[in-house]
């Protein structure tokens, strides 16, 4: 069946380093993958899309991989600061008209 | 009203009762969507409406129903709640209904029901 697999760990890393999430999913071949950052108490937020064929995103202090053959994307969030602390979810394309998302991993960053 | 709105905030229920969520946004997106999020599950597609007039089933369904008489209101029914049901509920909408095929989806803030 089809899978998406965020870990499900808060990520703790102190301000200033870069913090990478890891998103692996199976039994898909999206052709676009979604991140989403939500806070406590709110609804997600859009971050950045990358598509099958771009490997590389970036939006000022993020950047987001795709490793079709790995079946992997990776968030990154360079020179991080504690208004980076959320949750961050992916989400693959499925073919269909909605998104299937993964259960997010919590990021915390130490001042 | 800017983006999407959802009311209440929040709510207890005694199972059994009858109970509308309510989602309305002001972008003219022709799709909506209703997600629960649920701890350690993250957020699973209800219903959807790809546009005004249509309805579809998403990944978990049972237990709600939903109609779409316009394009900016989509409210969700339980119509006698179970325990089960307690989660929090986001409303969304994008602009086609191609959140599939790469289409940005954009969020309300939340429904929190707890059912007793």
């Known amino acids: 069946s089809q899978k998406i697999e965020q870990n499900s760990e808060a990520l703790n890393i102190q301000e200033g380093k870069t913090a990478t999430l890891t998103c692996n999913y199976t039994?898909?071949?999206?052709?676009?993958l979604q991140w989403y950052r939500q806070d406590p108490g709110r609804g997600p937020v859009f971050l950045l899309l990358i598509r099958e064929n771009e490997k590389e995103k970036r939006k000022e202090r993020l950047k987001v991989t795709f490793d079709t053959t790995l079946k992997q994307s990776l968030f990154h969030i360079t020179a991080s600061q504690p208004a980076d602390s959320a949750t961050y979810l992916c989400a693959p394309d499925t073919g269909r008209r909605a998104l299937t998302f993964g259960s997010g991993t919590r990021l915390q960053v130490q001042p | 009203i800017a983006g999407i709105t959802q009311a209440p905030t929040s709510q207890i229920l005694a199972a059994g009762r009858r109970m509308t969520l309510r989602c309305t946004q002001d972008m003219r997106h022709n799709a909506m969507y209703w997600y629960r999020q649920d701890l350690g599950l993250g957020l699973r597609l209800i219903h959807y409406s790809n546009t005004a007039g249509t309805t579809g089933k998403g990944e978990v369904p049972d237990g709600y129903s939903v109609s779409r008489a316009n394009t900016d209101d989509f409210p969700l029914t339980l119509a006698s709640a179970v325990p089960s049901q307690t989660s929090v509920y986001f409303c969304?909408?994008?602009?086609?209904?191609?959140?599939?095929?790469?289409?940005?989806?954009?969020f309300g803030p939340g429904t929190r029901l707890l059912v007793l």
């Open positions: 039994n898909y071949s999206p052709a676009y």
């Open positions: 969304a909408s994008s602009p086609q209904g191609l959140a599939g095929e790469g289409e940005t989806q954009y």
